[in-house]
């Protein structure tokens, strides 16, 4: 099997990109806004507040969005990149 | 004839298949509600809950029964992303989940939605850096990776080792918890309840290995998530909250804010402590300013999240899709499936939480007469079971927030009475929180004998076993480690969740950086990973000795459920030190690192191995 070494390289990077993108996501929705909760506490989001509301759903609603999004990110740099699986 | 001979069209036609049992089970529960008005009893008809569902799952592990090692292992990797995104869900969410985590988050408020934040973060680890990468590999387990990847039986015999001592812990709190709902449901007493519990898990996974566990996995999560979202939407409704409680529960929360002024909570604090329950003393949605406090929320959520992405049961449920892409997906429908209870907990909190403080209600105790609250219907039948005390501590005859005394799994099991609800909807309950135990002790104790037949066994003492001496092996394996599990299961040695969240700080002491950087890191190598391996596992056993028996003073607030944090900073400088220090590893193993980064192209592993 041969593949560009150029374009493993290329596939790699923008992997690597996209991992650290959602990583930077994942860190904040777990531990910067979670952090912060007793100051959220005061401003109110569809009645509740904000610190609490965060995470009781708000950080999970984030994730789960993220989650769709990567896939479809990720997929995406697979095929522009053809390293994807035939289908 | 087996159900699995005509196996494309098997495939094909799982929607309906899972369809009809969905439209089964509905017209089950619409049955027994029917008796219910005929005057069944409610105990007949916690039997039958029980009793019908687990013979359920037994059936759809007979009709799964396999020979071949690519099915008993990874179901013959043909298991749609969707699918495998529910049967994750149901392996994942534990008794602790469906029992344990609305009561935990009534008891303490914020603090306790640092385990809901870091059940479900997890995930976007175990997409981002793991899954599709162990798929790619195309092992049969977890060590199976470490083994290869790093080269040599010791790095193998140490993922082994990890793996064994994460899910074993994990495996006895979940008989626990199938004993306890069996002998309340079934009426035997706890020791009976634990071996029935054992027969229901050995049932489903024992002949057809993970093939069977994936098909009674996602039988068992519609199950559960039914039992779980019908009496909250009920209550919510019946409150005056819509059908879709969990976007509109903030009035209640606001209003929960307000009745803790009156009550005065966190003001009045208990004179009396009584073992398993606790009176309220900490606001709902207060979230406590301190540093350390943060600290502790945020490092209690590293440690869960971490943990998530180094279970190897979990894991191993991504090696059972068809491609590299589908396992990707798969983490994503996974998620999704376990939001659907986590963001419903707290809301079930919540409005368990007014219905006790609201004194306009008729169901609430906080601020009645003695006389009244006793004479309320559910306030008596916990009482009896010692679920909850009342105990009138100032003797004014006036019931305050300080004399009223309950134990957490109490939140979940009770609300179908609490809010008046008839007892068909609590055999439900019973029947999903069997489910959550049941399917996550068999993905853990598949993962613990698969480990042993598969990494120790075949690859390590006999390379020549034939597949049917293989096979047998796993499935003896799989009954010993299961008796093993009851035994020490039914001696009660700690709590349910405690247990649980010692199991991910394990798994992640052990497991996270060496799986992580074998992937991300090239230059990792064996020593590396042995050192990360050895000095994790044992800075963090040592670490929860010394804090939980050893009478130490925790470090700045990492108290027993938080010990993974020293194991995983352990772990991460052992192998970063150890890797710079001894060679890199050889071209070949760069180049399967290389291979593993991109989804195109043959497993590493062979189909079979």
Redesign the interface.
């Known amino acids: 099997m041969s593949i560009d070494a150029s374009d493993r390289e290329r596939h790699w990077a923008r992997t690597r990109a996209l991992m650290i993108v959602h990583m930077v996501i994942w860190f904040i929705f777990s531990f910067v806004v979670h952090w912060f909760a007793s100051y959220l506490n005061q401003f109110s989001v569809f009645d509740f507040p904000l610190g609490f509301y965060m995470a009781a759903q708000g950080s999970l609603i984030v994730f789960v969005v993220q989650l769709f999004v990567f896939v479809w990110q990720q997929d995406r740099i697979d095929r522009e990149c053809g390293m994807a699986e035939e289908d | 004839m087996s159900l699995f001979e005509m196996r494309g069209s098997f495939i094909e036609n799982l929607p309906k298949i899972y369809g009809i049992y969905t439209g089964g089970f509905v017209v089950f529960i619409l049955l027994m509600a029917v008796l219910e008005q005929m005057g069944l009893g409610a105990d007949t008809i916690g039997i039958l809950f029980v009793g019908f569902t687990i013979f359920i799952y037994a059936l759809i592990g007979w009709l799964s029964r396999t020979m071949q090692v690519d099915a008993y292992y990874v179901a013959g990797r043909q298991v749609p992303a969707v699918f495998n995104g529910m049967a994750t869900a149901a392996d994942w969410m534990s008794g602790a989940s469906f029992v344990a985590m609305a009561g935990g ?1 009534y008891a303490s408020g ?1 603090a306790y ?2 385990f ?2 870091g059940w ?2 997890g ?3 175990v ?3 793991m899954a ?1 990468y162990l798929r790619k590999f195309g092992c049969y387990t977890v060590p199976d990776f470490i083994g290869t990847r790093y080269g040599g039986n010791l790095a193998r015999f140490c993922a082994v080792v990890v793996l064994v001592v994460a899910s074993f812990t994990y495996v006895t709190a979940q008989i626990n918890a199938t004993g306890t709902i069996a002998s309340r449901a079934l009426h035997v007493p706890f020791e009976v309840g634990v071996w029935f519990g054992l027969l229901g898990i050995l049932l489903c996974s024992m002949l057809g290995g993970m093939r069977a566990v994936t098909w009674t996995q996602v039988a068992q999560y519609i199950v559960l998530i039914v039992a779980y979202l019908v009496p909250v939407i009920w209550m919510s409704n019946k409150q005056g909250f819509g059908i879709i409680p ?3 529960y ?2 209640a ?2 209003k929960i ?1 307000e009745l803790e002024a009156l009550h005065k909570v966190g003001e009045l604090l208990p004179v009396e402590k009584i073992a398993g329950m606790s009176a309220l003393t900490v606001k ?6 301190s540093a350390l406090k ?1 600290w502790q ?2 490092t209690l ?2 440690c869960m ?1 971490l943990g998530t992405a180094s279970l190897p049961h979990i894991l191993m449920r991504y090696f059972t899709t068809p ?3 589908d396992a ?2 798969s ?2 429908w996974s ?2 499936f376990i ?1 659907l209870l ?2 419903t907990a ?1 809301a079930l909190a919540t409005f368990t939480k007014l219905q006790v403080l609201d004194p306009s209600l008729a169901t609430s105790v906080i601020g009645k007469p003695l006389a009244q609250v006793m004479a309320l219907d559910w306030v008596r039948q916990w009482s009896s079971v010692d679920f909850l005390r009342v105990v009138d501590a100032n003797k004014d005859g006036i019931v305050q927030i300080n004399e009223f005394f309950m134990r957490d799994d109490i939140v979940v099991l009770a609300t179908p009475e609490i809010a008046g609800l008839p007892y068909v909807i609590s055999g439900l309950v019973a029947a999903g929180g069997m489910a959550a135990a049941m399917s996550t002790a068999d993905g853990l104790l598949l993962a613990i004998a698969n480990a042993l037949s598969h990494d120790l066994y075949y690859k390590m003492i006999d390379p020549k076993a034939e597949t049917a001496r293989r096979l047998i092996v796993a499935r003896v394996l799989l009954v010993v480690i299961g008796v093993a599990g009851s035994a020490v299961a039914s001696m009660r040695l700690t709590g349910i969740l405690g247990a649980v969240a010692w199991a991910f700080d394990f798994a992640c002491s052990g497991l996270f950086f060496p799986l992580v950087l074998g992937v ?1 890191w090239k230059r990792a190598n064996r020593p590396g990973a042995i050192a990360g391996m050895v000095v994790g596992l044992g800075a963090g056993s040592w670490y929860l000795y010394m804090v939980y028996a050893g009478g130490m003073v925790p470090w700045i607030g990492l108290d027993h459920l938080r010990f993974g944090i020293v194991g995983m900073a352990a772990s991460l400088i052992a192998m970063v030190v150890v890797t710079l220090l001894t060679p890199p590893p050889d071209a070949e193993t760069q180049a399967m690192v ?1 291979e593993v ?6 497993a590493i592993l062979a189909a079979t191995h």
């Open positions: 988050i914020h939605l640092a809901v934040v479900t973060g995930y976007v680890l997409a981002v850096l599709p969990q976007f509109v903030g009035d929360v606001a804010a709902h949605a207060f979230a406590d300013g943060a929320f945020v959520v590293a999240m491609s590299v892409r990707r997906t983490v994503a998620l999704f939001f986590y963001f707290p991300w290389d980064r991109i989804p195109k192209g043959r």
